[in-house]
């Protein structure tokens, strides 16, 4: 009878039809949320490697952009500091050998170096940084319009007016009110009596002060038409541009105040007797 039963049950469970199998609501939601994690770091991954692919390709174009470019135009601020501390030297070697007659083994290098920082501080660095750096925020047209040609500058009345502006504050402030100062200044601890920086500046302000009226009218004459070719050249051009005007300038300096070199020479030696420098 046992066995009968059995079989029964086993003919009843092969007839009944087999019920799905239910998966419970948190099991699905689970499963939804990682599907959705994983497409999100897919998309995630792809965006990364799309914006490291842009920026290798970015990399890549500014290397070959730049490898086409001079020194000049890679490095400007380096470029014009080596030309103006170079002309500097250079023209104080000039004036000693030419306006001084000294031979070339009695040039004084100490005087030589103190123009080197000069030309490096000041021409290299303080006119960089104005005509430069601040002209370009004053004058914003200047970029656009040094990259202009002749017959574009000539239709662009913005940068035009710009232009003369920056002429206008290189000859009737930075020249007369900083350069020539600083220009005196300098020639004063070359030749002044005393060690005094004070001394130096005041004596150096009282030359250029009794020579106000023949240098600044030379500057005008020189740095107004030079500067309307300078506004107007690219960036990385018109600073060694000025400093090779400079060169010339300064040897024009030279020679007007020839007369002043053997008083200044007297000077120098009371100068280095006091401090026992001399020879």
């Known amino acids: 009878m046992l066995t009968s039963s059995m079989l029964a049950g086993r003919l009843l469970s092969s007839r009944s039809p087999s019920l799905p199998c239910v998966r419970s609501p948190a099991l699905v939601r689970r499963s939804t949320n990682t599907t959705s994690s994983n497409v999100a770091k897919e998309s995630v991954t792809k965006l990364e490697s799309s914006s490291s692919t842009m920026k290798t390709a970015g990399k890549v174009a500014t290397l070959a952009e730049d490898a086409g470019k001079s ?3 890679r490095n400007p601020f380096l470029f014009q500091l080596g030309v103006a501390t170079a002309k500097t030297s250079a023209a104080d070697i000039m004036v000693q050998v030419v306006v001084d007659k000294k031979k070339w083994n009695e040039i004084d290098y100490r005087r030589n170096g103190i123009f080197v920082v000069f030309g490096f501080a000041y021409l290299g660095g303080f006119q960089y940084w104005l ?3 601040k002209f370009s925020k004053w004058f914003p047209t ?5 990259k202009l040609s002749l017959a574009e500058k000539l239709k662009d009345k913005a940068g035009m007016i710009d232009a003369l502006k920056m ?4 000859v009737f402030v930075h020249l007369p009110l900083i350069y020539f100062p600083s220009y005196y200044t300098c020639r004063e601890i070359v030749t002044g009596t005393s060690w005094n920086p004070l001394v130096w500046v005041k004596d150096g302000c009282t030359k250029y002060w009794n020579n106000k009226e023949e240098d600044c009218l030379a500057m005008i004459k020189l740095w107004g ?4 070719i300078q506004f107007s050249m690219p960036i990385h051009f018109s600073m060694p541009f000025r400093h090779m005007v400079s060169f010339f300038w300064t040897a024009y300096v030279s020679f007007t105040r020839g007369g002043d070199d053997k008083e200044d020479v007297s000077k120098l030696k009371r ?3 006091v401090s026992g420098d001399s020879a």
Do not use: G, H, I, T
């Open 271 to 273: 100068r280095l007797s």
């Open 142 to 146: 200047r970029q656009k319009f040094a």
């Open 167 to 170: 002429v206008a504050f290189d």
């Open 225 to 228: 038409p030079s500067d309307c």
């Open 131 to 133: 005509m430069v750096n």
């Open 71 to 73: 020194f000049a135009e």
